[in-house]
């Protein structure tokens, strides 16, 4: 692992993909900063995190092996990684929110950001930003989320959770490259929020409708079974789970 610790940079997602397009890069480098000055988060939103107290890193990995269509299993093996990382360490109630927030209980404590490296129409690389409340308490201005410090009253080491989590993410690369998919996808599926409940969901034109949370495709839309006992498929753009 070659690892690269910054006290403050913008992103390290930012970071890291520029230094990829300027040379070579080794798999599994990663990038880790204390602070983030304007840290990226899904759908164009900003990730923000007290500064020393939480877990940002992003680690660098190429996936030519992969077709684009398998682009999703990249998720759900940072997602799997993240947590069995925590489930080791105790961390209780933890859910995988489509598509790759964890939590514990009904509060965020995770989230990633897969970022692409494209040549030639292929997806050659892959960055994943991975920020974990580790130690921050306050979340006043973020509804649903908190810490592991919060749920567990225990201060961990950072790097020692960002090892745990490399090391996972290995294993589970390895069933990648071994074209694992049902594996992966069931045991992605085994630990889904809120699967088989009833949900609400909120469309592209902000109205409501209820589901059932029935698993993921192939190619990572989530399917939802309808009141109407239809089964349909949404990517990220279409819906947003509420509760
Ligand atoms: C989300 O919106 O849930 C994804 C958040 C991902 C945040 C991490 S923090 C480290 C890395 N660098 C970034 O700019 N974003 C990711």
Redesign the pocket.
Known sequence: MNLIKLDAID????YLKELSSEKDMEDYTIVV?DF?T??????G?N?V?ESGKNL???LFKQIGFLNNEENFYVSIIASLAVFKALQQMNIPDLKIKWP??ILSGNC?IC???VETIIKKNKIKAVII???LNVSQTDFENVPNASSLLNITGTVYDKEEILFKISEYFRSYESMLLNKKFNRLKEEYEQHLFRKDKPSTFKDKSEGLFMGFIKGISGQGLLQVLLEDNILQEFDLKEIKLLY
């Open positions: 992103s390290t997602n930012r900063a983030q304007d840290g990226r988060g899904q759908m939103a990730w995190s940002m890193f992003s790759n927030d965020k989230g990633i950001l930003g991975i920020g």
